[in-house]
């Protein structure tokens, strides 16, 4: 397929990889695809959701196809907390009040017409839609709903940056085409930096633009009511199963003749006639993976045009909730961008906070220990909230000696060494 048309089916939304099955749905006559009877046998490399989408239609057509996950599960970037069985995981698991599904990864729906949403609306699943007014908005250390601000000119500049940014033509960054104050840096870089997975001065306005043009889907956001998204995965995908080999990390791939081997970490190999490569752009990026001959200048151009930036979730719990029961996201903090009160509509108690950053401040959160990540979060949310974060936080009783019984919640998609940060982004000049 053509960028471009690559970009319309794409769209922009779900985290980690989580766009690609509407442009593998989407596909048409007109785009390249196995023919049926095909005698060959197809490897995907990756079991992520676009590499769980390819195989699957693959399967169902009759084509022989392999999936070699270098992971020891499937899912890739949508990672759910109760299928995790690490000690770390079942520890925060056990300890939680959370009566929610919490995710490690992607976590939020957008657009209940768009590919995902629509996996979801047939498989019967109950979602909650989040409120667009739920917003809250930190300007100055104010957390402030939109209708608080409705004479702020720091932050109407923001929001009409925002909802003219499809048809913005500058070759730019964000931040330098908004030319927003110095107060309003911060919520801008929340909402048109963080949110798209880098941070307002690195990510090209026009690449940007382009690809929100072309999203068509209704742009609602909703998150699942009870259902973990790692369960819909393979619920979904469950007829491709069989066919992942699990632990299996691609180094080489030797494309140089008809049948093409692709080689392990342990030096096994496997041939097919075609292949499909779903790895994170970074393991591209970073030369993971070596290709005999070398990819074309065409793809590597490409390529080199898109970023992927660190990327950290953290989980917290707290005693009670000091941010507004009926809060959604919470826009334009600096040590974390995105709050996200993940109980919103779903939970008895919205307790717990989902907090996301990608970018320069995802780095430095991932340089220090959970611990110092967690103590971070909380000076930053003590500023905003009169020191209600640190009053508030949830904390190991069984261990009231130790300072670091913090009850919280680590993802370091950075340190994955399968994964090494979020989602991919336009770079400036894109």
């Known amino acids: 397929m053509k960028r471009r048309k690559a970009l319309e089916h794409l769209g922009i939304g779900l985290t980690a990889g989580m766009v690609m099955p509407g442009f593998l749905a989407s596909c048409q006559k007109d785009d390249p695809g196995p023919e049926v009877p095909y005698s060959g046998n197809v490897i995907v490399i990756g079991a992520g959701a676009a590499g769980l989408y390819a195989a699957d239609i693959l399967r169902v057509k009759g084509i022989r196809v392999t999936v070699l996950e270098a992971a020891s599960q499937p899912g890739g970037r949508v990672r759910s907390l109760r299928n995790q069985t690490d000690v770390q995981y079942q520890t925060f698991s056990n300890a939680s009040q959370a009566d929610f599904p919490i995710e490690l990864g992607a976590e939020v729906i957008y657009g209940s017409n768009?590919?995902?949403?629509k996996i979801i609306s047939d498989l019967g699943i109950i979602t909650k839609e989040i409120d667009s007014a739920a917003a809250r908005y930190v300007l100055e250390n104010s957390a402030k709903k939109a209708t608080d601000l409705s004479a702020?000119?720091?932050?109407?500049?923001?929001?009409?940056f925002l909802s003219t940014l499809p048809?913005?033509?500058?070759?730019?960054?964000?931040?330098?085409?908004?030319?927003?104050?110095?107060?309003a840096q911060a919520l801008l870089n929340s909402q048109a930096g963080n949110?798209?997975?880098?941070?307002?001065?690195?990510?090209?306005?026009?690449?940007?633009?382009?690809s929100l043009k072309l999203i068509t889907h209704d742009q609602k956001q909703l998150t699942t009511f009870?259902?973990?998204w790692q369960d819909i995965l393979v619920s979904r995908f469950n007829g491709i199963l069989p066919e992942i080999k699990y632990n299996t990390v691609v180094k080489k791939i030797d494309w140089s003749s008809n049948v093409i081997t692709v080689t392990d970490s342990n030096n096994k190999s496997y041939t097919a006639t075609k292949i499909i490569i779903t790895v994170p752009l970074a393991i591209l990026k970073e030369g993971g993976i070596t290709f005999t001959p070398a990819l074309p200048s065409a793809t590597t151009g490409a390529i080199s045009k898109f970023g992927m930036d660190a990327a950290v979730r953290l989980v917290l719990d707290f005693k009670s909730n000091f941010w507004g029961l009926d809060s959604s996201f919470i826009w334009g903090g600096t040590t974390i961008p995105q709050y996200f009160n993940s109980g919103v509509n779903r939970s008895k108690y919205f307790r717990t906070m989902s907090l996301t950053v990608y970018g320069q401040k995802a780095q430095e959160l991932s340089a220090l220990s959970d611990y110092d990540k967690t103590l971070a979060v909380l000076a930053?949310?003590?500023?905003?909230?009169?020191?209600?974060?640190?009053?508030?936080i949830r904390r190991d009783l069984n261990n009231v000696s130790n300072d670091s019984n913090i009850i919280s919640l680590v993802k370091d998609w950075t340190t994955d060494e399968f994964t090494k940060g979020g989602f991919s982004y336009p770079l400036v000049g894109a």
């Open 114 to 117: 768009s590919s995902w949403g």
């Open 152 to 160: 702020d000119a720091d932050y109407l500049a923001v929001q009409n």
């Open 167 to 183: 048809d913005n033509t500058s070759s730019a960054s964000i931040i330098n085409a908004a030319g927003v104050s110095s107060r």
């Open 195 to 210: 949110f798209y997975g880098s941070q307002a001065d690195k990510i090209g306005a026009k690449g940007l633009a382009e």
């Open 226 to 228: 009870s259902n973990p």
């Open 380 to 392: 930053e949310l003590d500023a905003i909230y009169n020191g209600d974060g640190t009053k508030y």
